[in-house]
């Protein structure tokens, strides 16, 4: 039986230069990848404007060429994926897994996990801001190649969250998961800051049909 070739890749946001932290990540993603004698590819996560500094996705493409790291494909910006993020979202929204919400920060309790106030409908007088997607109690298994094995709720963990902002830039947790289905991506090393969304982002691919990826977690610095 042929294995499915390893797919790697390394995601940064451009909101500053690749420092240790990103670094164990490129460097883990593109060993793992490039061992298993697949394909590691690079995504700028350029989705946030506000956040983002300006020259550093130049800069960070540029160190890694530097360093030897060249990807495998061209780079895929993500910036060039709204269409593929709102046609994400209308499909949630088509089939109830995705709702409207009329709530602000300062509606959510202390715990920031939010309570489902407009799962089953906007108050009357209310104007949507953002959509969430609607998760269930169910605890999220998964086996991490460094954690071990991972036990997370999303609902103990935010509750329903959001995947398109007030502001109507799209959330992070739905463009990562969106766009490691479409490049194939098959096994995800990051740092270990990033765990507590892996079981969200489990949530999303089994909601839009996708396949799961491995996921590596090294220490994140
Ligand atoms: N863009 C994220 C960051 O730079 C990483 C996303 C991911 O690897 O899933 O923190």
Request: with cysteine; hydrophobic share 35%.
């Amino acid at each position: 039986m042929t294995q499915a070739p390893v797919i790697g890749r390394f995601a940064p946001s451009p909101t500053g230069d690749l420092h240790f932290g990103s670094l164990v990540s490129a460097v883990g993603s593109y060993l793992e990848a490039k061992c298993a004698g697949g394909v590691w590819l690079l995504r700028v996560e350029d989705i946030d404007p506000p956040r983002e500094v300006a020259g550093s996705s130049e800069r960070i493409i540029n160190d890694l060429h530097r360093l030897g790291m060249t990807p495998d494909g061209a780079v895929l910006y993500q910036s060039s994926r709204y269409d593929a993020y709102q046609h994400a979202i209308n499909t949630l929204l088509a089939s109830g897994l995705a709702y409207p919400c009329a709530c602000s920060r300062k509606d959510l309790p202390e715990s920031g996990i939010y309570p489902g106030t407009c799962r089953n409908g906007i108050a009357p007088g209310k104007e949507p801001r953002s959509v969430r997607l609607h998760v269930t109690g169910d605890s999220c298994e998964f086996t991490d190649k460094i954690q071990g094995l991972v036990n997370d709720s999303p609902a103990g963990i935010s509750g329903d969250f959001i995947i398109q902002r007030a502001d109507g830039l799209y959330a992070y947790q739905l463009a990562v998961v969106v766009d490691d289905a479409f490049q194939g991506v098959t096994q995800v090393v990051r740092g270990a800051d990033l765990l507590d969304s892996t079981s969200r982002q489990i949530c999303l691919q089994k909601a839009l049909g996708y396949k799961t990826p491995d996921y590596v977690h090294p220490v994140s610095y």
